[in-house]
């Protein structure tokens, strides 16, 4: 029997009066890789934000292995934001972005064992040479290596990425899936991403789910990518429908 | 030096002192998180806001500041519900509530059937009106910032970004509301020594200072508190030796380090 990891039912996310989702459906064995795609706007950020319960979910249910994100606990979930967002003119050092993963606080001081986990997250994607460094002088590539290392403390069971590759040159960019990987193969964890990027979808991820404010497709990644479903998430939303096969 | 040595000696400078440099922790602790968030239009608009909460006090022939701190916390407490709960802009909240909290105050005052000399010394500050009481309050309010300092961290997170810290399963909202509430309060108590007029700018002036040379965000607070506690000692003594308002001489000593801190400040920050 396979085990629930991520689970999604009959969600309706609405923002005032706009339905931002409606009617999404799936469900994600443990271990598996989900690749969230479609067009702007079409509640791909949404869907993991209502999973981390950052907006007001009206109908359905997310759950976690069976269970509420709540009765789950917030720290085996890790969740990796767009770095693009995220205010640089914060006074933080790397290696206190990722402490405040373990933490879940930001550090007044960081105590020598917080140091030593937080240094062997930023080992573990590569950055233990910025640990030091002021988050406004490192590139956007390297702030979403530290966010990565942020989203990985605590040993999380899920973890949730919202278009982590956002400002990463192609090189960094395989390094940072190579990592997710490596990281939900020793951990067994459930993974959650979205992304704008099919080829990704396609090399990477067990499933997909192809948003465009409802769902329109779920499945293995070459039963969702179809031409026509592609079409179908994309005709209404403006957007010229890029080759199957290109970038997203 | 020994005009200030000798009024050292006087009860209004001793309490001046400690009142002063209670308040100038806690305003400046407060202050690395007004000016990370970028509230310094809502520490100017609680300032201005608490002018109707005074003027009722003077008109009603009661303590002033025991009217203006829950007039203050109220004007807090809506700006947050309106700026949660309705697609009206914080800046706009802000600039509503304060406009009307003064032209509140300014009818206030005028149906106060006698003149008050004491409005004024609200606006702009008098370490003469600096009373026991008042220096009991700052320093209650530091012993409440002490004993919020496990909140620190819990702020500073939501502070970093808001929605990493509701991720991880803080209630911002509550924690957002109990900061402006904390700067409302710290507002009305400074008002003695700043005035309103000035006593928005005493919370962010240090914080912006401490800023400029700082990496990291404990460093900054721990700056910012101790220019904030150096900028009273020194505004209250420049106050007295060269006869000047003490609130004016206060924020001007702390624009001083402010500039310092800008033409020195390390690489990097």
């Known amino acids: 029997m396979t085990v629930p990891g991520f689970e999604v039912e009959n969600l309706t996310v609405e923002y005032g009066r706009f339905t931002a989702l409606a009617g999404v459906e799936l469900s994600v064995p443990a271990g598996a890789f989900l690749a969230v795609l479609g067009p702007n706007g079409a509640g791909k950020s949404t869907l993991v934000k209502a999973a981390l319960g950052l907006?007001?979910?009206?109908?359905?249910?997310?759950?976690?292995?069976?269970?509420?994100?709540?009765?789950?606990?917030?720290?085996?979930?890790?969740?990796?934001?767009?770095?693009?967002?995220?205010?640089?003119?914060?006074?933080?050092?790397?290696?206190e972005v990722v402490a405040s993963g373990i933490t879940r606080r930001w550090p007044f001081r960081l105590t020598s064992k917080q140091r030593a986990s937080a240094m062997a997250l930023l080992g573990r994607v590569g950055m233990a040479d910025v640990a030091t460094r002021p988050i406004s002088r490192l590139s956007g590539g390297q702030l979403q290596r530290v966010f990565l290392a942020r989203g990985l403390a605590g040993d999380p069971e899920f973890v949730l990425l919202d278009e982590p590759a956002t400002g990463v040159d192609t090189p960094a960019e395989e390094d940072l899936y190579r990592i997710l990987l490596e990281y939900r193969e020793a951990r067994g964890a459930t993974v959650v991403m979205v992304t704008h990027d099919w080829e990704v979808a396609r090399r990477h991820a067990d499933l997909a789910v192809l948003l465009n404010r409802i769902q329109v497709g779920f499945g293995p990644p070459a039963d969702v990518l179809t031409p026509e479903r592609l079409r179908a998430a994309y005709r209404h939303a403006g957007h010229a429908l890029p080759e199957a096969g290109a970038h997203g | 030096m020994g005009d200030i040595v000798a009024m050292l000696g006087h009860g209004f400078m001793q309490r001046a002192l400690a009142g002063g440099i209670a308040?100038?922790?806690?305003?400046?602790?407060?202050?690395?998180?007004?000016?990370?968030?970028?509230?310094?239009?809502?520490?100017?608009?609680?300032?201005?806001?608490?002018?109707?909460?005074?003027?009722?006090?003077?008109?009603?022939?009661?303590?002033?500041?025991?009217?203006?701190?829950?007039?203050?916390?109220?004007?807090?407490?809506?700006?947050?519900?309106?700026?949660?709960?309705?697609?009206?802009?914080?800046?706009?909240?802000?600039?509503?509530?304060?406009?009307?909290?003064?032209?509140?105050?300014?009818?206030?005052?005028?149906l106060t059937p006698r003149y008050s000399a004491d409005a004024f010394a609200f606006l702009f500050g008098s370490i003469l009106s600096v009373s026991a009481w008042d220096v009991a309050a700052a320093w209650a309010l530091l012993i409440a910032s002490v004993a919020s300092m496990p909140l620190w961290g819990r702020w500073a997170m939501a502070t970093f970004d808001a929605e990493l810290a509701r991720a991880d399963g803080h209630p911002t909202r509550r924690h957002d509301l109990l900061l402006f509430v904390f700067l409302a309060v710290v507002i009305v108590i400074s008002i003695k020594i700043v005035g309103m007029v000035l006593a928005g700018a005493f919370t962010v002036i240090p914080a912006a200072a401490a800023r400029l040379g700082c990496v990291r965000f404990s460093s900054m607070t721990m700056l910012s508190v101790a220019i904030g506690v150096a900028s009273v000692v020194l505004g209250l003594c420049g106050s007295v030796a060269f006869n000047l308002p003490s609130g004016a001489t206060i924020i001007l000593v702390q624009a001083v380090i402010f500039l310092v801190m800008l033409t020195v400040r390390p690489r990097g920050t």
């Open chain 1, 55 to 95: 907006v007001p979910v009206v109908s359905g249910a997310i759950r976690f292995r069976g269970l509420s994100r709540a009765a789950l606990g917030p720290s085996r979930i890790g969740y990796v934001p767009q770095a693009k967002t995220l205010d640089r003119s914060f006074p933080a050092l790397a290696i």
């Open chain 2, 23 to 110: 308040i100038g922790i806690v305003a400046s602790f407060l202050g690395a998180f007004v000016v990370q968030r970028r509230l310094g239009y809502l520490a100017g608009g609680l300032s201005h806001a608490a002018f109707g909460g005074v003027a009722l006090g003077i008109l009603l022939g009661v303590a002033p500041l025991a009217v203006a701190l829950p007039f203050t916390i109220a004007i807090a407490v809506a700006i947050h519900a309106v700026q949660d709960r309705s697609p009206i802009s914080s800046d706009s909240a802000i600039g509503v509530f304060f406009s009307v909290s003064m032209a509140l105050g300014i009818v206030f005052l005028a």
